[in-house]
């Protein structure tokens, strides 16, 4: 009879080094981003609470990892770098996104602004270098 202890377990080693909260973080924002959407399609079941571009919605799951990228950055760097902004850019601009198509709201009124948000960043990007 063998000693069930003496083979070595595939799936676990004793040297794996202990989850890091960055990744933990950038795992869950996913879900929390799903609940939320599940919560509001619910809501519209459930109540006369309707979006007419409802798919929109899902632009919300990239938009979140980017800003859980933002908040990674900014811990293990301490400042408000490029990478930073970026990420944060990224996240304003698909939320952006998604609010002017979920409120039917004008391209007109908005898709200027964020071009100048760009603009801003890639100057920002520069001028904060130096």
């Avoid at 063998?2 to 676990?12: L, R």
């Avoid at 996240?91 to 602004?113: D, E, H, M, Y």
């Amino acid at each position: 009879m063998t000693d069930q202890n003496s083979f070595p377990n595939p799936g676990f080693s004793q040297n794996t080094p202990p989850e890091s909260k960055e990744n933990s973080i950038q795992r869950w924002i996913p879900g929390v981003v799903l609940i939320v959407l599940g919560g509001i399609f619910l809501l519209g079941n459930f109540t006369r609470f309707s979006f007419h571009n409802w798919w929109a919605l899902f632009i919300l799951i990239p938009a979140a990892g980017a800003f859980a990228r933002a908040y990674d950055r900014y811990k293990q760097s301490g400042t408000l770098d490029g990478q930073v902004r970026q990420a944060l850019l990224v996240g304003a601009i698909l939320t952006g996104i998604v609010v002017i198509f979920l409120f039917n709201l004008s391209w007109s009124l908005f898709g200027p602004a964020i071009l100048i948000l760009i603009g801003l960043s890639l100057l920002s990007r520069e001028w904060l270098s130096k």
